[in-house]
């Protein structure tokens, strides 16, 4: 079952100041099997490009005149899928397996090419590309999960494919640097062979009797070969991960008794406060070596879910409850000093938090997610660095705005209609004025966040699915409106289309819809003419001379 909305057009300057409004919003799945989205990421023309999961035969075209189904039976497969600003489905494709258990999309990210890095588990044979060819990898298993690398070009075809073969690994996050080096972390016991190549590099995690036996971080360079792995034992779990613009690596998670978090043949070991405590790890890009830790907690059960770095900046999301020292507070600053946030409604209530850190590990500030925010999972951030944030609480996903200083701009959730039944925020990501998030969800919900509208989706009861959601913020300063003034016509045409701009135009790049950049213009010119192009549909992006941007979809 699936729903579409698309917003008007045609928004007068009443409603562009009135908060966020709807884009589009669609939810996919079947009868048959759960889904949901785990994962999204967007490239320069406003597309997004979405991974997570299915079961049985799913339509990913939200259009309710054509059909693009993607799997059979009761198999749980890994799906990608791209669409346009407008919400439109490009392209949409499938991991196959040969077992019930399947595999299933984690995380994905694009680098500087728009390519699709991507990561999950699977088992048995597997079937890595998407289009018509076949790249099977065996899990040599059918009972435990194994990891896959995954890279495809933004058009959905296969570029490569590895994988981490031993005992139980699980994939948390993956990222890639400003040279396209790849890094991935998750969490493994036994014995693991890191190197997807032909190679061999083996490491082994203790023995524990919590199950979480160690956390791993690997290095692949951009075409898939083995650069080095590191590995942290003990009762500790990796949540994400993220690359900053230096090349080094951090990661974020959660641990109980003492680690110690050096990977290397140093010691740098923490011994949690109680139950769990959360940590932020910083290891070097060129050879893994541990550069600075954050361990930080209370008496109860501490957590990071996520990392993100933006502008210099490592955010950490997770929750928190009352601190050790302080009552009623929690200090998120990692030195000596002391820097609380507090708004715990009572002892056993947790808050959500953000910590952000500099590079060198310097505290910035610490925010705290009040009210429905307890769980927050993903975070993106704009260009003057609001921040929207995505998660969990008890029934209910949210989906929140706020200033850098924690002021909440802009808050949205959608309850499950039903109890032990739990919709959850999964992934955000920011293109130009739009902020698109994915996730799952139960039953129905509204996904417009204007007040005075309701725009449903509804799924079967008890099989979750997995929605794309695309706001429009109207809170996102006034270059976005301004941009709403620039547009083109005619619209359709025969190849010459003419810019109408009331703000100064610094530039016109013209590209087709696999994202390659085929014409450019200065910012002179008023008349694009793409007569000499094939009959189809072309992306204009029109940059202003103050850096604000805006894409507009042309058929020819």
Known sequence: MKKIYLASALLTLTSLLNAQELNWAYNFGNTNGNAGGNSIDSDNLGNTYTIGFFGGQVDFNPSTTTDLNLGTGTVNSTFILKSNSIGETVWAGQFVSN??????????????????????????????????????????????????????????????????????VSPKGIDVDANGNIFLTGNFDGTVDFDPGAGVFELTSATTTSGNDAFFVLKLSSSGNFLWAKSVDGDVEATDLAADENGDVWVSGIYEGTIDFDPGTGVNSKTSQGDTDFF??????????????????????????????????????????????????????????????????????????????DLSGNYINGIALTGDAKSPKKLAVSGNNEMYVTGSSGYRLFERKIESNGTIIWDHSILANAINLYNEGRGVTVSASNVVFTGTFYRSGDFDPATATNEILTCTAYAPHAYVQSIIDNTAGLDAIKLKNISLYPNPSSGIYYLKSEIPVELIEVYSTNGNKILSIDSIAKQIDLTNAPSGIYYIKVVAKDSSETTIKVIK
């Open 99 to 168: 077992v019930a258990g399947g595999n299933t999309g984690i995380d994905l990210v694009l680098d500087n090419n728009s390519r699709i890095i991507s990561t999950g588990t699977f088992r048995g044979i597997t079937d890595f590309d998407p289009g018509t060819g076949t790249e099977n990898i065996d899990a040599l298993t059918t009972g435990s999960n194994r990891t896959y690398i995954s890279i495809l070009n933004n058009n959905g075809t296969y570029v490569w494919a590895g994988a981490l073969l031993g005992s139980g």
């Open 280 to 357: 932020t790890l910083k290891l070097g890009g060129v050879n893994g070596n541990a550069s600075f830790l954050s361990a930080l907690g209370g008496y109860n059960a501490d957590k990071a879910y996520g990392i993100t770095i933006h502008n210099n900046t490592v955010y950490t999301m997770g929750t928190v409850y009352e601190g050790v020292v302080a009552s009623g507070q929690f200090d998120l600053d990692p030195s000596a000093n002391s820097n609380y946030i507090s708004g715990f409604p009572s002892l056993a209530t947790p808050l959500g938090f953000i910590q952000a850190l």
